[in-house]
């Protein structure tokens, strides 16, 4: 998929040239997708799993923001699937810097467009209590059919 361009929604100091793009490109650099994911306070993973889990993703969606020569990564999300019926979303993520400004939405949006021309139908994702509210704007629903969602940790 080529990069998709879209305005930089206006922030204070934010210069007017900046542009956001999304690229599918899974080589990305795991130090500045681990240094997205500290941002927002995430775990550490070790990066050989991370690693492992971005090359065997059905999708790979990064978020950079351009400014002139510049590229700074703002954004990821990824996808596991069957190839034909369900994916699920793992690991939205938008850098503090650049949250509540639509760019969450926008991620998303791009994510389930990807799927769509894929012919997913049934998405699916783990929603974090304090973001519920953000993926049912999306159009997302808690358990439409009661709970089915079942968990295995090991001991
Ligand atoms: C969740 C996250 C991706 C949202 O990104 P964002 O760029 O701030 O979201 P947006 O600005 O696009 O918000 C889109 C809409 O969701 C709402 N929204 C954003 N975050 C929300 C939240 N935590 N709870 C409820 N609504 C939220 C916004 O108000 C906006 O509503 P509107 O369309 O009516 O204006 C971002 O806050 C983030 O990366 N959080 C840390 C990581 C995380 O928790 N990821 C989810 C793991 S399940």
Redesign the pocket.
Known sequence: MPAVAMPVPMRDGQPEDAQVFFSTDREIDLYDLEELCDA???ARRPLRKVRKAIQHSFLVLSMWEQRGAKRRLI?FARATSDHAFNATVW??????D???????????KQTIECLRREDISNIT????P?????????GFMPDPEGIKGMFWYPD
């Open positions: 927002v306070g995430w954004g690991d939205v993520v938008v850098h503090p650049y949250q509540n400004c639509g760019l969450g939405k926008a991620l998303m994702l783990f929603a974090d304090h973001v519920v509210d953000f993926y049912r704007r999306l």
